[in-house]
């Protein structure tokens, strides 16, 4: 069966400290894998991995695919507050289909 | 509003009665999304459309029925609302190698 697991469920920390997430997944014809910070309302867009092995950055943020296990991590450096949020996995396989993990949700206290 | 207008954004029903939300994209993206977010579940797929005149199931789809009118729009109904139904939904857009866009959601209640 077609699945995509995130890891922790949940995380607290305190501001300044680094957190690592992760996502697993088993699918059939592999196409994308692509991580959204997701606050209030809809999930805002952070990276999209298609290559194993190359690291994308965004400021505090970078993440990494690694294809042949079948995972990928999310990495926030030096946390804020403002990075308190819902963090979602999602993995593209076959013609358009789009799946989802639980979610991670990331609390930063001050 | 990442080029996606989700109505209404709020609803009350009562169970049995029957609804549909509406979807359009103005970034003539041929796939559409749309998914259920209930507390701790993340996103589950409902239904979605790989182009314009075509539809699959997701993982959740009992319960609901698409339309894709046409390239723009992505209706989802709900014939005969039930509580397990109550949820945030979300639709959302592609195209080809980028990432999804979403709409802001409808808030649906079932009494």
């Known amino acids: 069966e077609d699945k995509v697991v995130q890891s922790p469920l949940s995380l607290v920390v305190h501001e300044g400290d680094t957190v690592t997430l992760n996502c697993s997944y088993e699918v059939t014809n592999f196409r994308s894998l692509l991580w959204y910070k997701q606050e209030k309302k809809a999930p805002t867009f952070l990276f999209m991995l298609?290559?194993?092995?190359i690291e994308k950055k965004s400021g505090r943020l970078s993440s990494i695919l690694d294809k042949k296990e079948l995972f990928s991590i999310l990495n926030i450096t030096a946390t804020q507050t403002g990075d308190s949020a819902v963090y979602l996995c999602?993995?593209?396989?076959?013609?358009?289909?789009?799946?989802f993990g639980q979610g991670t949700r990331l609390t930063i206290n001050p | 509003n990442a080029g996606v207008t989700q109505t209404p954004k709020f609803q009350v029903l009562k169970t049995g009665q029957s609804m549909t939300l509406q979807c359009a994209q103005d970034?003539?993206?041929?796939?559409m999304y749309w998914y259920r977010q209930d507390p701790g579940m993340g996103l589950r797929l409902i239904y979605y459309s790989a182009s314009e005149g075509t539809t699959d199931k997701g993982e959740v789809p009992n319960g609901y029925n698409v339309s894709r009118l046409n390239k723009r729009e992505f209706s989802l109904r709900l014939e005969s609302a039930a509580p397990s139904q109550t949820s945030v939904y979300f639709c959302?857009?592609?195209?080809?190698?980028?990432?999804?866009?979403f709409g802001q959601g409808t808030r649906l209640t079932v009494v």
């Open positions: 298609t290559s194993s092995g």
């Open positions: 999602a993995v593209r396989w076959g013609a358009q289909k789009l799946v």
């Open positions: 959302a857009h592609r195209v080809e190698g980028t990432e999804a866009f």
């Open positions: 970034m003539n993206h041929n796939s």
